[in-house]
């Protein structure tokens, strides 16, 4: 008897879901830079961390 972790389906699936993430970290990352773009230079780094870690929140509070 054998125990196997994932099924053939199960697998497609993961990989599906993966891509759909790397595709939506992509998206965010052009988001938070058009938004850094458009502040102050002294500003500019508080944006882009508070905007990865905003993307990093809403994206574990909406997968759960």
């Not at 595709?23 to 990865?52: C, E, F, H, S, T």
């Amino acid at each position: 008897m054998t125990i196997t972790l994932f099924t053939q389906g199960g697998l497609i699936a993961l990989v599906q879901v993966l891509m759909i993430d790397i595709v939506l970290a992509g998206d965010n990352a052009v988001v938070i830079g058009m938004a850094a773009a458009r502040v102050p230079q002294d500003l500019r780094n508080k944006v882009i961390v508070w905007g990865l870690a905003a993307a990093v929140v809403l994206r574990v509070v909406l997968a759960v």
